[in-house]
């Protein structure tokens, strides 16, 4: 009941109590539970009346529901809920008490911060979740291209799968909510606590306009000053601005359906990462073509030679799941980055070895670095194509593995008879 306290979740919690006519007889379970709960709960009530279960279990649901959600206690002592009572005295009652109040200058205000904003984000959190307000996001999100963001129990409130919805908000996760928080202009906070999942606001942008939006007006400015707090229903506020905003509009730029950016951008991405994937099997089958200089200099048999192509190969089987999980935890750009500049400095360290061993530790590491470059680029490419493309794209970047394997023979071969192995190498 504390968490639901906490994070505003309208729970009602109806609990037995010792009898009324054996109130302090030392019955079973004869305490009093009302002191101990009351702290927890938004509203702590007691039904003494056969007749009045009705109207308090309405009462419960009708508390926990309006304002600011929360969680209610309803105690029955045993007697009370085992009485029996003619029907025709009961009165039953069913209200709903919904209101969805707005500040319309704050709103106004809030569009023109927008509008002067260079990087604004929008995170939905719990009071997003809460108000129901999934349809009014989206619309939002979609008509002015702003980079979305959830939390809390406002996660999924906007898919993850949707293109302009960058995942968990989280400052304490790398990846794109860190960026953003620590790089944005406006930041809007739609039903959120700036708690420790934004490090108490300390990882925000300190030259940011912070905006936040909810029902609980003693949580606005909690660790960190608020520029514009507005005290409303976020479905409310995100439907006032969806009418009020118009053609509002902050990234003017119109991408592909399905695009997440420009194609020429896409495109140079693509083009980045096959030649990656190019390079990863240049590098791992240049040696192939070195056995014949390697035999002569450090007199290698073939068992040797095979170790050093299948070293690079199991490194990647042995890595390859680990680095996997890396990925998706953290950030596909950084991680590709990382590994290849990993596996292209363990090739180059290969020129400078003097024996086996020191070669097969190098051809390791040249696993090392591309065991998780399959699974990251499929993963990012499967993100910058739409689904009718993702296949013919995939499939054009896999083609850089027989390519490079070629070429990394051929290459090899060529290079060192000119100008040494350890240059081909």
């Not at 419960?60 to 809920?81: M, Q, T």
């Not at 619309?139 to 302009?164: C, M, N």
């Not at 507005?230 to 118009?246: M, R, Y």
């Not at 695009?259 to 693509?270: A, D, E, R």
Request: charged content about 20%; some cysteine.
């Amino acid at each position: 009941m504390a968490n639901a306290q906490m994070a505003n979740s309208p729970v009602v919690l109806i609990a037995g109590v010792v009898g009324l006519k054996a109130y302090e007889k030392l019955d079973l379970q004869d305490m009093r539970q009302l002191p101990v709960i009351e702290p927890l709960v938004k509203k702590a009530l007691v039904c003494q009346i056969t007749e009045r279960i009705p109207e308090f279990i309405d009462m419960a649901y009708r508390i926990a529901i309006s304002g600011c959600p929360g969680p209610v206690y309803l105690e029955l002592p045993v007697d009370v809920w085992n009485g029996q009572v003619d029907e025709k005295t009961v009165k039953r009652t069913n209200t709903l008490a919904e209101s969805r109040g707005v500040d319309l200058e704050k709103t106004r205000i809030l569009l023109e911060m927008l509008e002067a904003a260079e990087k604004p984000i929008f995170i939905a959190g719990s009071g997003a979740y809460y108000s129901r307000a999934e349809k009014e996001f989206a619309a939002f999100i979609e008509k002015t291209g702003v980079p979305g963001f959830t939390s809390a129990t406002g996660r999924g409130l906007l898919p993850d799968t949707h293109p302009l919805c960058f995942e968990a908000s989280s400052a304490i996760r790398p990846g794109a909510a860190a960026d953003a928080l620590m790089g944005a202009d406006l930041i809007v906070f739609l039903g959120n606590r700036i708690s420790l999942y934004y490090a108490f606001g300390d990882l925000l942008n300190p030259n940011a306009k912070l905006v936040q939006v909810g029902i609980r007006q003693e949580e606005i400015g909690r660790n960190r000053t608020i520029h514009l707090g507005i005290f409303s229903d976020i479905k409310a506020l995100l439907k006032e601005v969806n009418h009020t905003g118009g053609g509002l509009t902050v990234f003017k730029t119109s991408l592909p359906e399905g695009y997440l950016f420009s194609k020429g951008y896409t495109n140079y991405i693509f083009i980045l990462l096959w030649l990656l994937y190019f390079f990863d099997y240049v590098d791992r089958m240049v040696v192939v073509s070195l056995f014949p200089f390697l035999r002569t200099e450090w007199g290698l048999n073939d068992v040797q030679c095979g170790a050093l192509v299948s070293a690079v190969y199991w490194a990647i089987v042995i890595f390859s799941f680990p680095v996997s999980i890396v990925i998706d935890r953290w950030s596909r750009k950084k991680s590709i980055g990382i590994m290849a500049v990993l596996w292209i400095g363990a090739t180059a360290a290969c020129a400078l070895t003097r024996n086996f061993g020191q070669l097969f530790v190098a051809r390791t590491a040249i696993g090392l670095g591309e065991a998780g470059y399959a699974p990251g680029g499929t993963a990012m490419i499967s993100a910058l194509y739409p689904e009718k493309k993702r296949a013919l794209m995939v499939g054009i970047w896999n083609s850089s593995i027989p390519i490079g394997m070629a070429a990394g023979i051929v290459l090899g071969g060529v290079i060192a008879t000119h100008w040494g192995w350890r240059t081909g190498g």
